[in-house]
């Protein structure tokens, strides 16, 4: 069974940093392609952040609204991919979700999601 | 960015009824269309692909169409558990934009 289980969400401050984590079972993390989709309290969805597999260098994609501010990485031997959000902003609070697509264009497989809350 | 435009934003139908929801898109996206339903406190989940095939395990009830910059999601007779959020993605070129969804209501 595929699993995905983010980890890592709360309540920082404008400007602070956070470190989401995303934990996988149940299928070949390390061809995967692995992306964070977030969705804002107005339940609009958004997609941030791509991380390739190793055959693909790690090449990394990111949403203009996060670019450079947020990195993806990913530990092949532990199943996992990471999310560090430096400079946050109150925009940034919203659901964030670990996606798997399994070789579409596509979001095949999501995690329970983690909240992120941006506020003073 | 490819911009998504779905409608309506909210719907309320009854057990049994058949009803329609649609996705615009700002330019051609050669069926590169997916349509994903949400539960609420769930993760968005696939229904469709490709504008018209359904993802795995997904009940015939649900059917997608369309072509060029207009696609539609059906769903068939109505059941308890298809009360839920809808959102169409795009899915041929990055960034992977969403329409901002459709709530579907119980009557």
């Known amino acids: 069974e595929v699993q995905l289980v983010e980890t890592g969400g709360g309540l920082v401050q404008p400007g602070k940093s956070l470190k989401l984590t995303c934990a996988t079972s149940?299928?070949?993390?390390?061809?995967?392609?692995m992306h964070w989709v977030r969705q804002s309290p107005e339940k609009q969805l958004e997609w941030v952040a791509q991380?390739?597999?190793?055959?693909?260098?790690?090449?990394?994609y990111y949403a203009e609204s996060v670019k450079g501010r947020f990195t993806i990485s990913r530990d092949d031997s532990k199943s996992s991919v990471y999310l560090q959000m430096n400079s946050l902003k109150e925009e940034d609070t919203a659901i964030y979700y670990c996606?798997?697509?399994?070789?579409?264009?596509?979001?095949?497989?999501w995690g329970q999601g983690v909240m992120v809350t941006v506020s003073s | 960015d490819i911009q998504m435009t779905q409608s309506p934003a909210s719907l309320s139908a009854s057990l049994g009824e058949t009803v329609t929801i649609e996705c615009l898109a700002s330019?051609?996206?050669?069926?590169?269309l997916a349509w994903y339903q949400q539960k609420p406190g769930k993760s968005p989940q696939l229904l469709i692909y490709?504008?018209?095939s359904l993802h795995t395990g997904v009940p015939s009830r649900f059917s997608g169409s369309g072509s060029g910059t207009q696609y539609s999601l059906k769903i068939n007779s109505l059941q308890p558990e298809d009360f839920a959020s809808y959102y169409c993605?795009?899915?041929?070129?990055?960034?992977?934009?969403f329409g901002a969804g459709t709530k579907l209501e119980l009557k």
């Open positions: 996606t798997w697509d399994i070789g579409t264009t596509y979001f095949d497989y």
């Open positions: 149940g299928f070949t993390f390390s061809n995967a392609w």
């Open positions: 991380i390739k597999a190793k055959s693909n260098n790690y090449a990394t």
């Open positions: 330019e051609d996206i050669y069926d590169i």
């Open positions: 490709d504008a018209s």
């Open positions: 993605q795009n899915g041929l070129s990055a960034p992977r934009t």
